[in-house]
């Protein structure tokens, strides 16, 4: 029964956007892929979420500076177990165009692991469905490997 | 004795608890593949509400230190427990007369609100500012959808009065329809046949009511600080109010039954919340946004609750 049901969850993941200081293009790009009937994330049992208490999938936009670091670590830690993130762009990753920039320190994973990193600046909506679509299998793998999981 | 177990049998298996689950999760499924379609998009699956709830139920449960724990964590519980009574007492027609006893429609009054204090309970204990909010905002919507209900009650009521039937009796009502055909197709009853097709959304939250708990103002409102199991709960109540309210407006509009065998019937049954369903929950919300408060507040009382007042004062007159 619950090999079945860990098979199952990772069929309904609730995305939810995390903007850590970013220029908002890509933040453009993932309300274009969800909102929009065109790219029906719908399909891959997909729902975007406004509580970070309902979330499963943290997509995080942006470079995390100095200024909302500590909001924005709050805000992660709200999101229940088990949870998977995204990187959407550059600056998750690298910084981007911010780099070196005197409103931050490091990237993104120096505070949040980044399970998946979508690159682009920004990335195109599909590019940021197949990282959603392999965040899944990350999800699978935790669930299985009993890593992330309650039981 | 006999009368504990049949009651038993009712919450937990036939009308309210397994079944109306069942039907419950796959209505909603429904709901959201025919709106993903109209909008030509693919959609989820069909068991997509399902695979939602399992999903949770694997979810750490986060409760707010501000919280008040207890009635934070008795809220859902609250709410699912008296959704299940309630399906319970809704008659199917030709297979199920609800439990004996209980068939009244004042009990319907009181057991129907009892999802919406529970969201209220959960919005006001979850200790957030949009919780409360999603409080305040479901409180006052819900004194504005129960009047077209009472008054739509009270029509058909009068009605079955005048034929010589009791009163508030549900089985009453079912049996007037078995003789006379069904409200619905009784003119005088038009009016409140529409203003209870209209309470459908409105006390589900679906369209143009969706005011409390709207995602893009007060993120999803009562719900705000749920996780886990809790919301899981909390959506399995949202699945069986669903096929609560579209059961009640079968039974008082169109009970018939199709004759035969009792699984045509039930079919003919499910099949009808099916239709009520589309036309009330899910081509409504394709086709509007949403109102203000103030806007959906007084929409129920400018048009709704005297569509139904004018079907009870037609069945006054003419009984």
């Known amino acids: 029964m619950l090999k079945l049901i860990q098979k199952l969850v990772p069929r309904s993941p609730w995305i939810y956007r995390l903007n850590a200081g970013s220029c908002n293009g890509c933040d453009v790009e993932m309300a274009t892929t969800a909102l929009i009937p065109r790219y029906d994330v719908e399909r891959i049992g997909c729902k975007y979420c406004g509580s970070p208490r309902h979330a499963d999938l943290v997509l995080i936009s942006g470079p995390l500076n100095l200024r909302v670091r500590e909001k924005v670590l709050r805000v992660f830690n709200e999101i229940p177990h088990p949870k998977v993130t995204i990187g959407v762009g550059a600056c998750p990753a690298s910084g981007g165009c911010?780099?070196?920039?005197?409103?931050?320190?490091?990237?993104?994973?120096?505070?949040?692991?980044?399970?998946?990193?979508?690159?682009?600046?920004?990335?195109?909506?599909?590019?940021?469905?197949?990282?959603?679509?392999?965040?899944?299998?990350?999800?699978?793998?935790?669930?299985?490997?009993?890593?992330?999981c309650r039981f | 004795m006999s009368n504990i177990l049949e009651a038993t049998f009712a919450v937990l298996i036939f009308p309210g608890g397994a079944f109306a689950l069942a039907l419950g999760l796959f209505l909603k499924g429904v709901d959201r593949k025919v709106l993903a379609r109209l909008?030509?998009?693919?959609?989820?699956?069909?068991?997509?509400?399902?695979?939602?709830?399992?999903?949770?139920?694997?979810?750490?449960?986060?409760?707010?230190?501000?919280?008040?724990?207890?009635?934070?964590?008795?809220?859902?519980?609250?709410g699912l427990a008296g959704v299940l009574v309630t399906a319970a007492i809704m008659p199917v027609g030709g297979v199920w007369s609800g439990v004996t006893g209980l068939g009244d429609i004042l009990v319907l009054l009181y057991l129907l609100p009892i999802p919406a204090m529970a969201l209220m309970l959960a919005g006001c204990s979850s200790s957030s500012p949009y919780g409360a909010l999603g409080f305040s905002r479901e409180m006052a919507l819900m004194f504005a959808y129960e009047m077209p209900l009472i008054a739509t009650f009270l029509a058909v009521a009068v009605r079955v009065g005048g034929a010589g039937g009791s009163l508030f009796s549900l089985d009453a009502i079912?049996?007037?329809?078995?003789?006379?055909?069904?409200?619905l197709l009784d003119p005088v009853m038009i009016p409140a046949a529409l203003a209870l097709i209209i309470f459908i959304p409105g006390t589900m939250g679906s369209g143009l009511f969706d005011i409390p708990e709207a995602e893009p103002e007060v993120i999803e409102g009562p719900l705000l600080e749920y996780s886990g199991p809790l919301l899981a709960t909390f959506h399995l109540m949202s699945a069986v109010k669903l096929?609560?309210?579209?059961?009640?407006?079968?039974?008082?509009?169109?009970?018939?039954?199709?004759?035969?065998?009792?699984?045509?019937?039930?079919?003919?049954?499910?099949?009808?919340?099916?239709?009520?369903?589309?036309v009330s929950v899910t081509c409504f919300r394709a086709a509007t946004g949403r109102l203000r408060l103030d806007q959906g507040f007084a929409f129920f009382f400018k048009y709704t609750t005297p569509m139904a007042l004018v079907s009870l004062g037609l069945a006054t007159i003419l009984r």
């Open chain 2, 39 to 78: 909008q030509r998009r693919v959609g989820p699956t069909l068991i997509q509400p399902l695979l939602d709830i399992l999903k949770l139920s694997i979810k750490e449960t986060l409760i707010p230190k501000t919280a008040n724990e207890l009635a934070f964590r008795m809220a859902p519980v609250l």
């Open chain 2, 174 to 183: 079912m049996a007037y329809q078995f003789l006379h055909g069904p409200m």
């Open chain 2, 243 to 278: 096929v609560v309210v579209l059961e009640l407006a079968v039974a008082l509009l169109w009970p018939n039954p199709l004759g035969g065998s009792v699984l045509v019937n039930l079919a003919w049954h499910v099949f009808k919340c099916l239709v009520l369903l589309l």
């Open chain 1, 98 to 148: 911010f780099r070196e920039g005197y409103s931050l320190e490091e990237p993104v994973d120096q505070y949040i692991p980044l399970d998946v990193i979508v690159p682009g600046c920004p990335p195109r909506p599909q590019a940021i469905i197949e990282g959603v679509v392999k965040a899944l299998d990350v999800w699978r793998k935790r669930l299985e490997e009993d890593t992330c």
